[in-house]
């Protein structure tokens, strides 16, 4: 990156297809580094962050055995006994995870439901000692001090194992949900207890728009009345 702060034109957009390709070859913790950059706005442009914004919903997804075996395995039970409708194909697929449209049996409530990839937690540790390293090696180039690379790395590591545990989200969806109550126009999937497990989160199926759309339109409307 430090060295894409001086260059234009072409050359960067040929340095920004190797970072792109770089990324989707790095691992789970690139590519999630590369979702964070393409919500960063205020750190950087506008066509790195539009090339890096495939990385929020088309990355590779695992198989539906695995995502039977992983429900089954999370919740105890069979999967049919579960739900009445399971649909095989995921609706979108991240770095750490994908998700799956059902149907609960008997209450016949649409749910969303999380999927870690199962390759994801052995592969996590791997990478953040090498993204680690990547930080300390960074954090010698003096154009690099202000943004005090080594404490971003740190926080972007602890964050990155918070997320591979879903009990975690399901607590953070419970608050989002007790702090907005009584707002119409924000709502939050609901987690369905107790169809919350590490690897495995069954949620409300809410429907809405992507926040990096909603961003780039409220950014549009600050820019139209400068």
């Not at 960067?12 to 919500?39: C, I």
């Not at 990478?127 to 971003?152: A, E, G, H």
Request: glycine share 4%; net charge negative; aromatic share 10%.
């Amino acid at each position: 990156l430090p060295f894409a702060l001086v260059i234009s034109g072409a050359i960067w957009d040929l340095w920004v297809s190797y970072l792109v390709w770089t990324m989707s070859v790095g691992g789970v913790t690139f590519v999630k580094l590369a979702q964070w950059a393409s919500a960063r706005s205020d750190i950087f442009s506008d066509d790195l962050r539009r090339s890096l914004s495939s990385f929020q919903s088309e990355c590779v997804a695992h198989s539906f055995a695995a995502t039977k075996e992983m429900v089954e395995s999370a919740f105890g039970l069979p999967m049919e006994s579960i739900f009445s409708v399971f649909e095989e194909e995921c609706l979108a697929s991240g770095s750490i995870g994908q998700v799956h449209r059902a149907v609960l049996r008997g209450s016949n409530e649409e749910v969303a439901v999380k999927i870690i990839h199962p390759w994801v937690p052995d592969m996590l540790a791997s990478d953040l000692v090498i993204f680690r390293y990547i930080c300390n090696v960074l954090s010698l180039i003096p154009m690099m001090k202000w943004w005090d690379i080594q404490t971003v790395g740190e926080e972007f590591s602890l964050n990155m194992m918070e997320q591979i545990n879903l009990c975690n989200e399901a607590d953070l969806l419970d608050h989002f949900n007790v702090n907005f109550r009584g707002r119409k126009r924000i709502r939050f999937p609901r987690p369905i207890r107790p169809l919350v497990a590490r690897l495995v989160l069954v949620e409300t199926f809410e429907r809405g728009v992507h926040i990096s759309q909603y961003v780039e339109e409220r950014l549009k409307e600050v820019k139209e009345n400068k």
